[in-house]
């Protein structure tokens, strides 16, 4: 399954948990749901996966992990703030530059509708 595949069931499935949980919860509560949901799909799922950082061929455990990772391929990055900044998406791509991973989805549940608070992020390896 290529990358735009995975990021439609991802994309069904947060909007199921959306349409169950509703805005205003933490974002561990999403996440944990949405990994729920993911694993009922049979897909390869990593949660809170840990991303090292390679300085000079040295490889640095400093504490980076990814919220899900699906299939090795695509990186899901989770929120639930009032709105995403430049920030969260400087995360994600940072951490689609540390995976080799090609997209990325910020999600972000304390929204009204879930369709405006998912957002793509592509890495021109």
Known sequence: MNENQLSGIVFRDALKVHR???????ESSYE????YELNKSGLLIERQKPLPLVYEDVK?????RVDLLI???LIIE???VDA???IHFA???TYLKLSNCRLGLLINFNVTLIKNG???IANNL
């Open 20 to 26: 169950n949980l509703g805005p205003g919860l933490l």
């Open 32 to 35: 944990e749901c949405l990994f």
């Open 60 to 64: 640095l455990e400093i504490g980076y």
């Open 71 to 73: 299939e090795k391929k």
């Open 78 to 80: 989770l929120k639930s």
């Open 84 to 86: 995403l900044n430049d």
């Open 91 to 93: 995360q994600l791509l």
């Open 118 to 120: 998912i957002k793509r």
